[in-house]
Structure formats: C-alpha cells, structure tokens
C-alpha cells in the first residue's frame, strides 16, 4: 500500500517561498513509470494541477505557475518537494501529493493521495 504525506508551515507570508515535502512509503518514487504531483484547492474551488516529477526525475509544471514552480525529489529519503515562489493570499489553499499511474503531462489520473496540508499565505 502506498502511502504519501505532506509536510511544511501551515503560515507563509506574502512574497516568501512556500516549500512542502512529500514523503512516500510503501513505494519507490524511481519506480517506472510512475508520476509524483503536486495539486492544490483554494478554498470554495476545485483541484488545481501544479507540476509533477516523473520516475526519471523529469519535471512538468503548470504553465499557469510554471514561473513560481519548482518541484525537486531526494531519492535517498523516497521524497519530492515543491517551491512555489512569491505567494500571495490568492496562494491559499489546501496542498495535495498525489501518484499518477504514468508520468504524463499532465496527469490524466492519480490513484493514490497524500491526505493534505493548509497552508494559509498572510498578507
């Protein structure tokens, strides 16, 4: 059974960077062919790809966040991290891990999810 669990702040501050890791169990995240996402929802909208790391360490971002979005994995520790860069309010949201069967851009499916972080960004 895979298993994926966010850390990091709950509270960024306007124009900081926020940075979450993805710890994942039960899996490798070098495992062929498999998809590593980061996918947020702000609050009253719906679900938001950001980026994804593939198996082979190829990342894919967004093109809507692409310029904020860096996602980086540390295969030692089995985890992949995301940076988004000058956050603002509009940044809030609850922020999901996710693992998609194939690493495609974007992910067509995920079959399992981390059970989310908030993350309030103050102003």
């Known amino acids: 059974q895979v298993q994926l669990q966010e850390s990091g702040p709950g509270l960024v501050k306007s124009s900081q960077t926020l940075s979450l890791t993805c710890t994942v169990s039960?899996?490798?995240?070098?495992?062929?062919?498999?998809?590593w996402s980061w996918i947020r929802q702000p609050p009253g909208k719906g679900l938001e790809w950001m980026g994804s790391?593939?198996?082979?360490?190829?990342?894919y971002y967004s093109p809507s966040l692409k310029s904020r979005t860096s996602i980086s994995r540390d295969t030692s520790k089995n985890q992949f991290s995301l940076q988004l860069s000058s956050v603002t309010p509009e940044d809030t949201a609850r922020y999901y891990c996710a693992r998609s069967p194939d690493a495609s851009d974007p992910p067509h499916e995920y079959d399992y999810w981390g059970q989310g972080t908030q993350v309030t960004v103050s102003s």
């Open positions: 790391i593939a198996y082979d360490g190829t990342t």
């Open positions: 039960g899996g490798s995240i070098t495992s062929s062919y498999y998809g």
